[in-house]
């Protein structure tokens, strides 16, 4: 089992549904490497991935923004290791499983963007009054180095009245985190009640 940011990935040199069921059955999915390392770009190329190892090796409070040290295995034999994301996947509409993965290689001294989950705090001054709360944004994408993505970004709603907004630009980022989300862009409003 890997341990929080291991993960260890098979080369695949098959693709399509009959290659895929066939992993499926092995308890992996099919998945696609790229990004940039330290020694610059990387070409796409397919890998086999263990779901439950890749479970394990994000950390529950981070999730996709784990940074993972993947090792690449062809052959049984450990060919390289990189620092990635967890960039997307994608689930079974059904069953709600995983089919397939992307990661993300990075090089850990150059920023990346991410997304980050907002929490509010507080509750709304003008709630009192009959103040409807409506969230429009529940993450923010962010610039930052791998090391520095937060785990989750507050903002304290407490002072809202009714018809006040909050934007992005509201939102304290931790030293070297950079909102890539525009600044104007509305996060949370308290709205008056409906009219009966």
Do not use: W
């Amino acid at each position: 089992m890997s341990a929080i940011g291991q993960l260890t990935v098979s080369l695949r040199n098959t693709s399509g549904k009959g290659a895929a069921r066939q992993l499926r059955t092995q308890g992996k999915v099919p998945g696609v490497f790229y990004g940039a390392s330290t020694d610059g770009p990387i070409a796409p190329f397919q890998i086999a991935v263990d779901v439950k190892a890749l479970r394990a090796a994000l950390d529950p409070v981070r999730r996709q923004n784990t940074v993972i040290s993947v090792t690449i295995e062809d052959g049984g034999q450990a060919v390289r290791t990189l620092s990635a994301l967890l960039k997307d996947y994608q689930l079974d509409p059904v069953r709600r499983d995983v089919t397939h993965v992307d990661l993300l290689a990075i090089d850990p001294q150059k920023e990346v963007v991410a997304t980050v989950p907002l929490e509010f705090s507080g509750k709304p001054a003008g709630a009192i009054n009959g103040g409807v709360i409506h969230t429009v944004m529940r993450n923010v994408d962010v610039r930052c180095k791998p090391g520095d993505i937060p785990v989750k970004l507050v903002l304290d709603i407490s002072p809202l009245e009714i018809g006040d907004v909050l934007h992005v630009s509201d939102v304290q980022l931790p030293q070297g985190v950079v909102a890539v989300t525009g600044g104007r862009d509305a996060v949370i409003s308290l709205q008056a009640p409906e009219k009966e």
